[in-house]
């Protein structure tokens, strides 16, 4: 049925129909890569931003673990000051960064299994993941996860116990600062060995902003595209046109008027490629009959004229 319709159509037609489906082909397979490739570039631009942020994070731990925990110790006996904790203070410095445009999606937390503070105890996710690193000992994990608010990015990376002053608040119960305890109680938080990972920092975005980050260049791109294949197809009609659509009809024409017995008219060669070898191939034709026409005239045969 396709040939058949591809029979009645003319040449023009055919190419067009021809580009056309070679569009439609390459925009949607050319649309699947992009969409993977994008969609890659883009996680690996948000996990970047989140590196940067966790390296910050990881910078104020270590100012208020070696610069502020050591000059407020003494007060910790009798005055129990969250400041001089480095989660707390990494998990402060965060949420104040949030507030910034760039970085209101992003969320930060060291999922700890035994934490003092139980806003930072990790969850059946989140202890897979830091079980993984004490066990694969791999420096980085990340990927996509379900929460009932919807999909998230997120990467993590291992918390360890790398500071001897750690150990003053989490060793066991008889050292830490009673002003800790008693905020704090006994019950968690306690059992930590130096060089021992304990959690994991954990930051994460909404995969909304992943996807719809590649998708925006995805329709920026395929929009591109789109634009260059219709010019193409215009190009190669209008080429089509005027190098062998238009040389074509001239031939056929001037053909036809041969046919009838008007030889004054003549094939034109315009080109020396295909069309004009067909042009040459029809003046010789011409020829050979004018002089076959001379021939039966000189012999008394004159064939009459049916145009």
């Given at each position: 049925?396709?040939?058949?319709?591809?029979?009645?159509?003319?040449?023009?037609?055919?190419?067009?129909?021809?580009?056309?489906?070679?569009?439609?082909?390459?925009?949607?397979?050319?649309?699947?890569?992009?969409?993977?490739?994008?969609?890659?570039?883009?996680?690996?631009?948000?996990?970047?931003?989140?590196?940067?942020?966790?390296?910050?994070?990881?910078?104020?731990?270590?100012?208020?673990?070696?610069?502020?925990?050591?000059?407020?110790?003494?007060?910790?006996?009798?005055t129990f000051l969250p400041q001089t904790v480095p989660a707390y203070s990494a998990r402060e410095v965060f949420e104040?960064?949030?507030?910034?445009?760039?970085?209101?999606?992003?969320?930060?937390?060291?999922?700890?299994?035994?934490?003092?503070?139980?806003?930072?105890?990790?969850?059946?996710?989140?202890?897979?993941?830091?079980?993984?690193?004490?066990?694969?000992?791999?420096?980085?994990?990340?990927?996509?996860?379900?929460?009932?608010?919807?999909?998230?990015?997120?990467?993590?990376?291992?918390?360890?116990?790398?500071?001897?002053?750690?150990?003053?608040?989490?060793?066991?119960?008889?050292?830490?600062?009673?002003?800790?305890?008693?905020?704090?109680?006994?019950?968690?938080?306690?059992?930590?060995?130096?060089?021992?990972?304990?959690?994991?920092?954990?930051?994460?975005?909404?995969?909304?902003r992943v996807i719809q980050k590649a998708n925006k260049s995805s329709v920026v791109i395929i929009g591109i595209v789109?634009?260059?294949?219709?010019?193409?197809?215009?190009?190669?009609?209008?080429?089509?046109?005027?190098?062998?659509?238009?040389?074509?009809?001239?031939?056929?024409?001037?053909?036809?008027?041969?046919?009838?017995?008007?030889?004054?008219?003549?094939?034109?060669?315009?080109?020396?490629?295909?069309?004009?070898?067909?042009?040459?191939?029809?003046?010789?034709?011409?020829?050979?009959?004018?002089?076959?026409?001379?021939?039966?005239?000189?012999?008394?045969?004159?064939?009459?004229?049916?145009?």
């Amino acid at each position: 049925m396709f040939e058949n319709m591809l029979k009645n159509l003319r040449l023009k037609q055919k190419f067009t129909i021809l580009l056309l489906i070679i569009l439609i082909v390459g925009v949607s397979v050319s649309g699947f890569a992009l969409s993977f490739v994008l969609r890659q570039n883009a996680k690996r631009e948000v996990a970047n931003t989140a590196l940067i942020l966790m390296e910050a994070m990881s910078s104020v731990r270590d100012y208020t673990s070696n610069q502020i925990n050591p000059e407020l110790t003494d007060k910790l006996e009798t005055t129990f000051l969250p400041q001089t904790v480095p989660a707390y203070s990494a998990r402060e410095v965060f949420e104040n960064l949030r507030k910034k445009g760039d970085y209101k999606d992003f969320f930060y937390k060291e999922a700890t299994l035994n934490p003092t503070n139980l806003r930072d105890k990790a969850d059946a996710f989140e202890t897979k993941i830091v079980e993984g690193f004490k066990n694969r000992q791999k420096p980085e994990l990340s990927g996509f996860r379900s929460l009932p608010g919807g999909d998230v990015f997120y990467i993590a990376r291992p918390l360890a116990v790398t500071e001897q002053s750690c150990l003053q608040c989490h060793s066991t119960v008889d050292v830490a600062p009673p002003s800790m305890i008693q905020r704090y109680g006994t019950a968690h938080g306690f059992g930590w060995n130096l060089n021992e990972i304990i959690g994991a920092q954990i930051i994460s975005v909404p995969a909304d902003r992943v996807i719809q980050k590649a998708n925006k260049s995805s329709v920026v791109i395929i929009g591109i595209v789109l634009m260059v294949f219709v010019a193409v197809i215009i190009s190669v009609n209008v080429f089509l046109n005027r190098q062998v659509v238009l040389p074509l009809k001239r031939i056929t024409r001037v053909a036809e008027e041969v046919s009838t017995g008007h030889m004054e008219v003549d094939f034109d060669q315009v080109s020396n490629d295909e069309i004009g070898n067909l042009a040459r191939a029809f003046k010789r034709m011409k020829l050979s009959l004018e002089m076959a026409m001379k021939r039966l005239k000189s012999t008394g045969n004159t064939p009459k004229n049916t145009g």
